[in-house]
């Protein structure tokens, strides 16, 4: 802490070093007190309450004194109503930054929704193409597998097959496909 030997109150009291401590002795009353020249303004002013009243100072000291206590106070009074005020605009600044900000941020959360919406949109869409191209193969599936059935029950394995696409050779028994075993195939097409 910086000593300040030019505040007006050393002038009214003396300084007593012991160690490091801060100790000041009144000029007046030879009252001893811890502390430093603030205490000392104090008790040279008749404050009450932190320190005892110096009963022999001078009353033009005294007024003195409680010039430069009120003095200080005010000084302390402005330097905080100017740091209020500092924080003030700080915070009126940031609070503007951050509207800014959230403003910023509605923007990106709108843009992100749109996006979203429309890949929902194209996805879906994708899905209804692939959707009916399966329903298709399945119907084109199932024609194929009812006109191959039409065929061998109707037609046996000695008729030719050559109205029909695929091979144009003769069925023997040794061809004929076990319809029981294609049931699954009807499962998986869902009938």
């Keep these: 802490m910086v000593r300040r030997l030019c505040d007006p109150a050393w002038e009214h009291c003396t300084k007593i070093n012991i160690g490091k ?14 502390g430093g020249v603030s205490r000392m303004k104090e008790h040279l002013a008749k404050k009450r309450g932190g320190v005892i009243p110096c009963p022999n100072c001078p009353p033009e000291v005294s007024s003195k004194m409680r010039d430069l206590l009120i003095k200080t106070a005010f000084a302390k009074e402005q330097k905080l109503r100017h ?9 009126v600044e940031s609070s503007a930054a951050s509207d800014i900000k959230e403003e910023d941020e509605n923007d990106c959360l709108k843009r992100a929704m749109k996006e979203s919406l429309e890949t929902y ?20 599936s199932i024609m194929f597998f009812e006109m191959e059935k039409r065929f061998r029950g109707g037609q046996g ?35």
């Design 83 to 91: 740091r209020r005020e500092s924080l003030e605009k700080m915070k």
């Design 21 to 34: 401590a801060n100790r000041v002795k009144c000029n007046y009353c030879s009252h001893r007190m811890w």
């Design 121 to 140: 949109e194209k996805e879906k869409k994708e899905d209804e193409e692939f959707n009916d191209s399966y329903d298709k193969a399945c119907r084109e």
């Design 157 to 191: 394995c000695s008729g030719s097959a050559s109205n029909m696409a695929g091979p144009s050779h003769d069925f023997n028994d040794s061809c004929i496909i076990d319809l029981e075993v294609d049931s699954d195939y009807d499962n998986d097409l869902g009938f």
